[in-house]
T-cell receptor, first 114, second 112 residues
Framework: GAGVSQSPSNKVTEKGKDVELRCDPI?????LYWYRQSLGQGLEFLIY????????KSGLPSDRFSAERTGGSVSTLTIQRTQQEDSAVYLC????????????FGQGTRLTVV | GQNIDQPTEMTATEGAIVQINCTYQ??????LFWYQQHAGEAPTFLSY??LDGLEEKGRFSSFLSRSKGYSYLLLKELQMKDSASYLC?????????????WGLGTSLAVNP
């Protein structure tokens, strides 16, 4: 595709349920980021994938959060046993290899835990 | 630790000039980015600096001083549509982990 694609665009789930958020990066982009953004707040880093290197998981807020990237392309962010405080917009971004390359963002998934 | 600081909010008048500052402390430096984010939308790329000096792109310019760990985004001839959050991000260079470190953003309100 032409840009970073995220699905679903909106997700409402009940507290305690598991959710999976998907990110299709731009083809050929080796770096992929997941961020969380609460209303009116800045970007909160969650996890970073770069090529075949071990992912940087230092931003994951708890062990209920996990992410994987299969075949160096599509990534899935999984939140288990969702809590109300997980409600936020989850943004995915990808970038090519190279220091001077910007990250391109998807439109995000708005997660609401009720 | 790694840290990026920006003012939380700024207000300016249509037609005026505004400067948004960003200071950073990161593990290595591999470039600084400015992004614009309108409410409810994803961030979009504005500018990139890796060498000291000013980069001009239309009404927007970005400046970098690596020795001072400082950048600013300059917006000229402000328009109402420039009301948005402006995010500063630095690409660190810790080993092979060239991760983007983000500031919390500066919310700019342009008034008529």
């Amino acid at each position: 595709g032409a840009g970073v694609s995220q699905s679903p665009s909106n997700k409402v789930t009940e507290k305690g349920k598991d959710v999976e958020l998907r990110c299709d990066p731009i083809s050929g982009h080796t770096a992929l980021y997941w961020y969380r953004q609460s209303l009116g707040q800045g970007l909160e880093f969650l996890i970073y994938f770069q090529g075949n290197s071990a992912p940087d998981k230092s931003g994951l807020p708890s062990d209920r959060f996990s992410a994987e990237r299969t075949g160096g392309s599509v990534s899935t962010l999984t939140i288990q046993r969702t809590q109300q405080e997980d409600s936020a917009v989850y943004l995915c971004a990808s970038s090519p290899t190279g220091a001077n390359t910007e990250a391109f963002f998807g439109q995000g998934t708005r997660l609401t835990v009720v | 630790g790694q840290n990026i600081d920006q003012p939380t909010e700024m207000t300016a008048t249509e037609g005026a000039i505004v400067q948004i500052n960003c200071t950073y402390q990161t593990s290595g430096f591999n470039g600084l980015f400015w992004y614009q984010q309108h409410a409810g939308e994803a961030p979009t790329f504005l500018s990139y600096n890796v060498l000291d000096g000013l980069e001009e792109k239309g009404r927007f310019s970005s400046f970098l001083s690596r020795s001072k760990g400082y950048s600013y985004l300059l917006l000229k001839e402000l328009q109402m549509k420039d009301s948005a959050s402006y995010l500063c991000a630095v690409r660190s260079n810790a080993g092979n982990n060239r991760k983007l470190i983000w500031g919390l953003g500066t919310s700019l309100a342009v008034n008529p």
